[in-house]
Structures are given as structure tokens and as C-alpha cells.
């Protein structure tokens, strides 16, 4: 389908639902730093560009709908954090965010360790290189098998999501002639101020053990009995896309506080805490960000006063950002196929992807935006709203944005931060063939994951 602009269409610049929230943007052409990948830019021709080659290109090349990921975005952040946390603490990138044996060379370049939570994650992790013992293995339900795996191969260490999973590991590690390092999982009771669906610090929820009660202590006192097993500390996840430190504050303050519990019961001072991921992105212009080294000196800082009041030796801290790191450095190319003016509502917006590739928007109600990347123009502001191609009327990608009212099928348009929980979560859903991950850097495009083949559905399809 051609790519040029087509006639006008109906502006609905000047009629809002009910209710609205926000006005449109002075320039539709303009890119907000805050939501696009650091080599995104648009060119003198007016067509948007990532690591110096052009949307158009792309498409040609790759097709749409495409994830196209900024790899020298990615290093940066992944160097950001790293070297924000220094020396003396550890930063695992958690793998379900997005996960490819490219990014995890990506990141053992740069230093960092790698947060799995599935056999899954972890052969591909260990496929492409990582050493194991810079691996951390999550789960509240691993199998037998993948615990075996793990041990095995040499994990460095193994979260422990339950009374069972203690007893599990320890006898799967002593009948390897192992002894395995393992922190343990703790729910602080605190209300991360995020989706419910991905808040993991109350108590009332799958993950972890509860503080209260004392049945963390009583975990660590049958962890520490058990000759398989050598735990070296402490986890707490208080949720993600959270904004506000404070909820991470009252997780360390709590997590020190156990530290010190275990000291004084068992004269022990366990030298790690891993206060898990969770920072938020911009999504919209609206989210405000903060930078890793501003999260790595706050954390640290309260990790240290904590101790100090506790007289306790301070620990290594480690996180895992996982959407912090991947989320900014992507974004999803979508082809406009048609365009549905509902007077005094809003323009539906059908692209060739949807839910399939970004489930984010149905999920959690998340809000992204969206840019017309294939050229620029000077039309009309319209309300739309971004939809797929799929079967159901909640296959939503953006809910609501502004694009030019001229927007005619062929265009291409792009929803940036979409390098998180989007391609890790993607589905087959009405057979849809899940999108490629292209990384692009200094002007060379490489597929890291391809595209789905109506073969590749067959294959599965044995009957
Ligand atoms: N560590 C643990 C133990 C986790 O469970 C998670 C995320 C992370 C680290 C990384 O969190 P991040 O830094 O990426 O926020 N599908 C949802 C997010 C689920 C997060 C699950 N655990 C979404 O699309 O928002």
C-alpha cells in the first residue's frame, strides 16, 4: 500500500468526549525526548529515523508491525546503571521485560547480571553466553526440572518464593552434591502506588513471604538449617512502573530490619539485599522519570542509614531494572490501514498490529502515544484512538492521542516505549504472527528475533 499522504479527513480537532483529559499537543510533528529512544530523530525530509536509517527503510525492509530497537540506547542505559550502583553492588536486568540471546550479549558486555524467572529465560540466557553465576533464578512455581537446570549449571543464586520451594531446593542441590546460594523472598507489606496487577509488595497476593507474623524469620531459620543450601540474602519486588521512592524506603527499612532480627537470633549477617526493579518510564509526556543515578544514591542511602542504626555491616544491594532499561529504547512501526470517523466521538485509527504485539493497553489500561513517523504535517489535530486488526473490541493499543487529521491508510505510524512487556508478552491471538525485534545501530539494521511465519503456526499445529 503507498505511503503518500492522502485528501483531508475529518478534523475532530475541536470536539472532545466528555471529560477529556488533555488538550493536543502544540506540534504533532515534534518528538518528545522523554518517550523515544536517544538516536530517534526526524530528518530534514520530515520521515523519522532510529540509529540513522529511516522508518520508510525499515518497513521496506522488515515489514510492519515491527519493534524496532535502539541497540546504542540500550547500552547506555544499561551502562547508566551499572555504573550508578558502582563496585560494590550488583545490577541483574530482569529477562522478562525482553529477552533475546542479542540483548544478553548486549549485556554482558556491559557488565551487568541477569534476572530469569523461567527455564525458558534461563537456556537462553546461558545460550548466549552468560555466565551463570551472574544469573539470579526467580519464580513462586519453578518445576523440579528447572531447579535441577539451574543447580546444575551453577545459577549464582536462586530466589525462594515459599516454605516448600526451600525444602525443594535444598534437597535437589544435596542430591546434586550441591550447596546452592539463595536469598529469600519476603512481601514488606507495602502499597506500591501502581496497577494492581503489578504491585508485588502487600501481602494479599502469590509472591513471597509475609514480614508480618514473623514468617520470614521462620524461613530463614529452616534456610539456614538445611545443609543444601547457603543463603547469602534478603529479596523484596515492591511492584513496577512505580514513581514514587518511597514505597522502596519503607521495603529497605524493613528488609534491614530482618537483617537485624536474623543477626540477633542466629549471631548471622547475611551480606546481600536485592531490593528487586520496578521504576517507572515515560509513556506519555505526562510521566516524569527518574534518572538511575538519582535511584541508585537513594537506595543506597537509605540501605546505609539503615544499617548504621542497626549496627549492622552494610550489605551488598543489588536491583533488577527491567523496564527502566529496555522499555524507552524500542518502539512498535505500525502501517494505518483504515481510518473510522465517528462524529463527535473520536477517528478509530486500525493498524496492522494490536493486542497481539501490545497487550499493556487492555491489560492495565496503560497509556502510550503515538507519532506519524512516515512524514510530517501541518494538518489538523484529531482525536483517535490506535486499534488493531484483532477480533474483539478491547484490542486497543493507544486509547486516546492526536494525530493529523490527514492521516490516510499507508502512513506509518509508531508508539514509542514499547521495548518492555511488549514483544515478552505478545500473542498468537487470532493466529496473528508475533512482530520482529530489529536492532538498529549507526546506521545498520539487524533482525534479533523474526517474525512469526504462518509455518511457524503450523509447525506447533500437529493434529
Ligand atoms: N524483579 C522481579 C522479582 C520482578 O518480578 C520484576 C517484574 C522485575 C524485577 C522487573 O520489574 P521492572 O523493572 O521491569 O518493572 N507485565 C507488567 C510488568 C510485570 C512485572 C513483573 N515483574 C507490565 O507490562 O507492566
Not at 513471597?208 to 521462620?218: D, K, T, V, W
Not at 540501605?303 to 555491616?313: D, F, I, N, P, Q
Not at 504485539?357 to 506519524?372: C, F, G, P, W
Not at 486497543?396 to 502512513?411: H, M, Q, Y
Amino acid at each position: 500500500m503507498s505511503r503518500s499522504a492522502h485528501p483531508a479527513g475529518p478534523r475532530h480537532a475541536d470536539v472532545l468526549p466528555e471529560g477529556h483529559p488533555s488538550a493536543p499537543p502544540a506540534d504533532l510533528n515534534h518528538l518528545d525526548r522523554k518517550v523515544w529512544a536517544s538516536t530517534v530523530t526526524r530528518t530534514p525530509d520530515g520521515v523519522v529515523s532510529v540509529g540513522g536509517i529511516e522508518v520508510t527503510r525499515l518497513a521496506e525492509e522488515f515489514g510492519t508491525p515491527a519493534y524496532l530497537l535502539d541497540e546504542t540506547d540500550f547500552r547506555e542505559r544499561a551502562r547508566a546503571w551499572r555504573t550508578a550502583f558502582g563496585p560494590d553492588a550488583d545490577v541483574f536486568y530482569a529477562g522478562k521485560a525482553f529477552l533475546s540471546r542479542a540483548v544478553v550479549r548486549w549485556l554482558h558486555d556491559e557488565g551487568l547480571n541477569l534476572d530469569v524467572c523461567s527455564g525458558g529465560e534461563l537456556t537462553t540466557a546461558l545460550s548466549a553466553g552468560m555466565p551463570a553465576d551472574r544469573i539470579a533464578f526467580h519464580g513462586n512455581n519453578k518445576s523440579v526440572d528447572e531447579i535441577e537446570t539451574a543447580i546444575r549449571a551453577g545459577v549464582g543464586r536462586i530466589v525462594l518464593d515459599s516454605f516448600q520451594e526451600i525444602v525443594r531446593v535444598a534437597h535437589i542441590a544435596q542430591s546434586l552434591g550441591k550447596r546452592q546460594r539463595v536469598q529469600i523472598r519476603i512481601t514488606v507489606g507495602v502499597e506500591a502506588h501502581t496497577h494492581e496487577f503489578i504491585a508485588t509488595a502487600h501481602e494479599d497476593q502469590k509472591f513471597g513471604i509475609p514480614l508480618a507474623g514473623g514468617q520470614a524469620a521462620e524461613a530463614v531459620r529452616r534456610a539456614l538449617q538445611l545443609d543444601g543450601l547457603e543463603l547469602i540474602g534478603i529479596h523484596s519486588h515492591i511492584g513496577s512502573q512505580i514513581f514514587d521512592m518511597s514505597g522502596f524506603e519503607v521495603a529497605a527499612h524493613r528488609v534491614v530490619g530482618l537483617l537485624k532480627d536474623i543477626r540477633d537470633e542466629h549471631g548471622v549477617e547475611l551480606p546481600e539485599i536485592d531490593l528487586g526493579g520496578g521504576l517507572g518510564i515515560a509513556y506519555t509526556s505526562d510521566d516524569d522519570p527518574r534518572e538511575p543515578h538519582e535511584i541508585a544514591k537513594a537506595l543506597t542511602e537509605i540501605v546505609s542509614r539503615e544499617c548504621e542504626g542497626a549496627k549492622l555491616r552494610t550489605p551488598r544491594i543489588s536491583v533488577e531494572p527491567g523496564r527502566a532499561i529496555v522499555g524507552p529504547t524500542a518502539f512498535t512501526l505500525y502501517e494505518v490501514g483504515t481510518i473510522k470517523p465517528l462524529d463527535g466521538l473520536r477517528t478509530y485509527v486500525s493498524v496492522d498490529g494490536g493486542m497481539s504485539d501490545n497487550i499493556r493497553t487492555a491489560l492495565y489500561d496503560a497509556e502510550y502515544s503515538v507519532a506519524l513517523v512516515s512524514r510530517t504535517s501541518e494538518a489538523a489535530p484529531m482525536l483517535v484512538r490506535v486499534v488493531g486488526k484483532h477480533c474483539e473490541s478491547g484490542d486497543i493499543v493507544v486509547k486516546d492521542a492526536f494525530l493529523p487529521a490527514d492521516l490516510a491508510p499507508g502512513d506509518l505510524i509508531a508508539v514509542p516505549a514499547t521495548g518492555a512487556y511488549c514483544r515478552s508478552m505478545a500473542s498468537n491471538y487470532n493466529h496473528a504472527l508475533r512482530p520482529p525485534v530489529v536492532a538498529v545501530r549507526d546506521g545498520e539494521a539487524r533482525v534479533i528475533v523474526r517474525r512469526e511465519t504462518e509455518e511457524d503456526l503450523l509447525r506447533l499445529d500437529v493434529g
